[in-house]
């Protein structure tokens, strides 16, 4: 249904739905979506920067903390 809408019927669907709704409802309501965007990628991207901490704390350091035995057995 939608791949026979070509460019004249998206024009006509514009014009309609901006007689309806008014230029001024329609510049807000693109606004709230444009702020709604920008809040989803900041939270992405929040999301993925803790993800990457927590996984640079895990790999900081594995080694144990003495090495007086190893040494010892050396001697």
């Known amino acids: 249904m939608l791949n ?22 329609i510049s807000s309501l693109m606004g709230e979506v444009g702020k709604g965007i920008t809040s989803f990628k900041k939270g992405i991207s ?13 790999a900081k350091d594995v080694t144990p903390a ?7 057995d050396k001697v």
């Open 4 to 25: 026979n809408i070509g460019l004249p019927g998206l024009l006509l669907i514009a014009v309609v739905v901006l007689v309806l709704f008014g230029r001024g409802k």
């Open 46 to 58: 929040e999301g993925q920067s803790e993800l990457d901490d927590d996984r640079v704390e895990e």
């Open 66 to 72: 003495e090495h007086t035995d190893v040494e010892k």
